[in-house]
């Protein structure tokens, strides 16, 4: 039986021999982490956009679409906290000269474990057969109750590492639990330090004169300093979501694993806009909607499970992914977030504008919170 590893690479080969993904500048060796959508790749991309558009913005009343610009007042990032805190922390070991992210390498250590749990009552049942209850063998099987207790170990490090800020104490469970690189196999590791994950840029004729500007890192600042534009033009009552669908770019420093991680990609994000105290019922549903929707598409619906967050956002009280089980794990492929009111009440501040809104039923003014929708 082929290896996931192999499967991955004829799934890439079959990319590029049948028009769906070219390396970009193939011509020129190519630029790592930069890919070309091809003639069926295009359409592909296009029906999937579609799909989502319509079940999204067509299929509810209450929610509608822009296009924002990809160039933004610098501003709009240091309100959103993106010049402050777009950051990952990364790891690089010195033997492969390979750079990993710090988070993502004690996230697939945890998965470890609770595949050799999975294992262990999939063995049993095998064993047992109908009769065999896997609840009561995962409570009292001692490997398994082991194999718990060390993930759980973990866990309860790592979100406080995450939490805190500590890139020494993930270091140290890095080293604690013998994590070695995929690619040299040993455990020769940097210390972990935080990249910014912004491009820059220059907008203006004259170096003097010029302005410094970012590639937007995700399409939600766009519609967040649109809002008011949206909500009075279209007299749009809360609740309600605006839709978009974009570019957005990240320096990823570990880009790799095709198409699924990119410096330069699509997104596909809807802001619905909610009286504050309702968020996390609306979180609820556009958490079960949006899994629905992925469901719908067919590839199986024990490929999807959700993932809660060990560490929140800067703007975030409640955040969840859609993971997906790639030929390389579970991945996400979609966020679905509670930002409370942390951007439109930044914009606020930084713009100095009144961006509250005044609730005819309530009569009073607040500053909406947010559920956020986010594919890309």
Known sequence: MASQEDVFKKLIAHCKEYGFVFPSSEIYDGLSAVYDYGQNGVELKNNIKKYWWDSMVLLHENVVGIDAAIFMHPTTWKASGHVDAFNDPLIDNKDSKKRYRADVLIEDLMAKYDDKINKEIEK?????????????????????????????????????????????????????????????????????????????????????????????????????????????????KIPFGIAQIGKAFRNEIVARQFIFR??????????????????????EH?????????????????????????????????????????????????????RTDFDLGSHEKYSGKNIKYFDPELNQSYTPYVVETSIG
């Open 124 to 236: 049993a049942a095998k064993k047992f057969g109908d009769a065999f209850d896997a609840t009561l063998f995962a409570e009292t099987n001692p490997r398994i109750q082991e194999n718990k207790a060390k993930k759980e170990e973990i866990h309860t490090r790592f979100a406080k590492a995450l939490n805190d800020g500590d890139l020494n104490e993930l270091k140290q469970i890095i080293v604690d639990y013998d994590v070695v690189c995929p690619i040299s196999g040993t455990k020769n590791w940097t210390d972990v330090r935080q990249f910014n994950l912004m491009f820059s840029t220059e907008m203006g004729s004259t170096a003097d004169g010029a302005m410094k500007i970012y590639l937007r890192p995700e399409t939600a600042q766009g519609i967040f300093v649109n809002y008011l534009n949206v909500q009075k033009t279209g007299r749009m």
């Open 262 to 283: 990119m410096r330069e990609f699509e997104q596909m994000e809807m802001q619905f806009f909610v009286r504050p105290g309702e968020e996390m019922k609306w979180f």
């Open 286 to 338: 556009w958490k079960q909607f949006r899994l629905r929707w992925h469901k719908a598409l067919g590839l199986g619906d024990h490929k999807y499970r959700f993932h809660d967050h060990d560490k929140l956002a800067h703007y975030a009280n409640a955040a969840t992914d859609i993971e997906f089980e790639l030929p390389f794990g579970f991945k996400e492929i979609e966020g679905i977030h509670s």
